[in-house]
């Protein structure tokens, strides 16, 4: 392993460039680069402060990995798949630790952010503010960039003389710039001249496959990627483990891909991690999160040869909760762990799956009981165990593992009143509530909202007396108070946005609204319970409607030994 030093224009000048000695590239078993524009931000004004910025890790060969280039011109919507470059035997260097630094001094120097370049005010540099930030870096689009902001491009990789730069900085300004200031500026010159062109502060280490092909096999890469990647918080467990899954399988990036982007179309968040715990479960590996089960022989060519099957009944699950039952977002679904009982059932046993009866109870059940909480890897396989004695879905041996793995099926009343504004339940619950409703607008914006009927801001302005002073000082409804179950209703972005209900008290929001309107909310009729004064008394009143509407639910949760 070799040390090498380079200034960061001249590395800069190294990614995606195959004149410069095959060039910088990424390996496809890197994740998405993440960084935030503060964070870009930071990295400069480090660099500015001479702080060392950490040693790279780069991997000189010939194989022919999968790669792809570094993104000049980054934008949120952008796809990897873009960016792959086409396998071939020539000289090329892949970064395995660095991505983010890299990445991110390629944005600023060669490219934009979001459509905004990155430009730095030449007139900072005074002690560091409270966010301790010394050297001020921003993204701008081209309209803002006023005095006494200047493109780092073009300080950097232009040859700019200093009178150029601070006669441009004049015109900017309207006016002569003073003796201090011009006296900061051409310092701050000096300085990234220095910095970014002189002195060779970017040190990157050096395992060279091509000087020594039988030194680093792509088995002991992987595992270096690995090692240098998990000291802290670069990579999730999913990161790790895909990183194996892919530098055997040269299209495993591109095949989870698609189908996240086909399986998060209608407002789900499925990811990686759930998708390779799904593999190992149905691959008959158990449902703990393992990177050492990516090691095993056969698990990854088994997940290879089987991922049209897999990703087929990972969809086909999905097609079944969104079309059969009442789940029909992200937010109603609590935890995806309670569907991978059924795609191993939808994977194993196909026919008995197209069969199969109260797949919509189950996930009813044991979404609002939180039967998948916690850690529920012994529960997973306890039901898999279950499914491959029974060869079929049946929901009453399903329940029955579930509760000797002391797991809960029952809605106690008290557990029903629990789901109140910001908890995870309560969309399931209006999913059962305001049925017909469409939880999935194409438009994110015009997603439904959970409001308060009496306002927070109103209540909080409720006093009652203080013990202590016999002043009314005290806050009459707390927190738990004001968001209870009976205090929320579903409404349309365009009902609570501007100009909607907002902070609009009950009495004046139901005022004239019809009688279907009130039925739909679980809304006491009686027009005195609107008023504030008689929060409580509402609250009664709205708890006996919704406890008759869900009167079937609450008896079948009870019911401990039933369905």
Known sequence: ??????????????????????????????????????????????????????????????????????????????????????????????????QQRLQSLFIGLRGSYNGKELYFDLLSGEVASPDDIKYKFRFLSPGQANFPWAKLKDLVFTEKKKREVTDALKVAAGRELTDEELNKVEDHLDLIDRTFKMEEILTYQELDSID?????????????????????????????????????????????????????????????????????????????????????DGVRESIEQNWDKIADAIRDVLDFVRGKTFIQCDKALPSYLVLIPLIYCRYHFLQEWKAAKDVDTYLLRCSLAGAFSGQPDNLLDALIKKLD?????????VFNVI?????????????????????????????????????????????????????????KKVKTENPRTGRKDLMKYRETERNQ????????????????????LPEEWF??????????????????????????????????????NFEYLLLTQMAVNGM
């Not at 990627?225 to 790790?240: C, E, M, V």
């Not at 004695?389 to 041996?397: A, C, G, S, V």
């Not at 009688?515 to 009664?540: G, Q």
């Open 212 to 296: 020594n092909p039988s030194l680093y096999t792509e088995e002991d890469v992987v595992e270096i990627f690995i090692r240098a990647n998990s000291g802290g918080t670069k990579l999730g467990k999913s990161d790790l483990l895909f990183s194996l899954l892919s530098a055997s399988w040269d299209v495993a990036d591109e095949e989870m891909e698609d189908l996240l982007d086909n399986l998060n179309a209608h407002g789900f968040g499925f990811d990686r991690d759930f998708v390779l715990k799904t593999c190992l479960v149905l691959l008959g590996q158990g449902a703990r999160y393992e990177v050492q089960k990516f090691r095993k």
């Open 1 to 98: 392993m070799k040390n090498q030093k380079q200034t960061i224009r001249k590395i800069v000048g190294f990614l995606n460039n195959e004149e410069e000695d095959g060039g910088f590239w990424l390996p496809n078993i890197q994740r998405p680069f993440v960084w935030s524009e503060e964070q870009i931000c930071r990295l400069f004004d480090s660099i500015l402060r001479e702080y060392p910025i950490s040693t790279l890790l780069v991997w000189k060969t010939k194989s022919g990995i999968r790669r792809r280039k570094f993104i000049d011109n980054w934008k949120d919507s952008l796809r990897l798949s873009d960016f792959y470059v086409p396998e071939d035997d020539k000289r090329k260097s892949l970064v395995l630790d660095g």
């Open 403 to 459: 509760r000797t793995q002391g797991r809960s099926l029952e809605l106690t009343e008290d557990r029903f009143w629990q789901m109140g504004y910001g908890s995870e339940t309560i969309h399931l619950l209006f999913n059962l509530w305001y049925r017909g409703v469409n939880h999935t607008p194409a438009y994110s914006n015009n997603l439904l909202q959970v409001d308060h009927i009496f306002p927070q801001s109103a209540l």
């Open 511 to 548: 005022a004239g609204k019809p009688k279907e309107y009130l039925w739909k909310h679980l809304i006491p009729d009686d027009p005195n319970l609107w008023k504030i004064e008689r929060f409580e008394d509402f609250i009664e009143a709205r708890k006996q409607l919704i406890r008759a």
């Open 485 to 504: 179950l009976a205090n929320c209703m579903l409404l349309s972005r365009e009902e609570n946005g501007a100009g909607g209900k907002s902070d609009i």
């Open 389 to 397: 004695e029974l060869k079929t879905f049946d929901i009453q041996e």
